[in-house]
């Protein structure tokens, strides 16, 4: 029933800019915690940015210069602005919402939207 939808990915010249959205829907009243991650090809899917309920936020270090996560209970939306984009930015960024505590998602919620891809040229 939980469902999250990515939108915003495209290509984009090193040095420019994107946002992308999160909607989500369903029953989320105890999972806590939003967040986006990626994935390139032979890598393995990495944090980019996560924020919880009371709106404390983790970045990863490579991104955090560069990267802002904001959520919107509202709307239901969970954005994440990236700028200064590098070549070593493109992936599929994916959207997830699960059970976060210590700045970590716990395993047993594994909620992800389908991705959206965000390629940046040299």
């Known amino acids: 029933q939980v469902q999250l939808v990515e939108s915003g990915g495209g290509l984009v010249q090193a040095g420019g800019s994107l946002r992308l959205s999160c909607v989500v829907s369903g029953d989320t009243a105890t999972l806590n915690g939003l967040g986006w991650f990626r994935q390139s090809p032979g890598n393995d899917r990495e944090l980019v940015a996560a924020i919880d309920n009371k709106e404390t936020i983790k970045y990863a270090d490579v991104v955090k210069d560069r990267c802002a996560i904001s959520r919107d209970d509202a709307k239901n939306i969970v954005t994440l602005l990236m700028d200064k984009l590098k070549p070593e930015d493109t992936a599929v960024y994916y959207c997830?919402?699960?059970?976060?505590?210590?700045?970590?998602?716990?395993?047993?919620?594994?909620?992800w939207g389908q991705g959206t891809q965000v390629t940046v040229s040299s």
């Open positions: 997830r919402v699960g059970h976060y505590y210590d700045g970590d998602f716990s395993p047993a919620a594994d909620y």
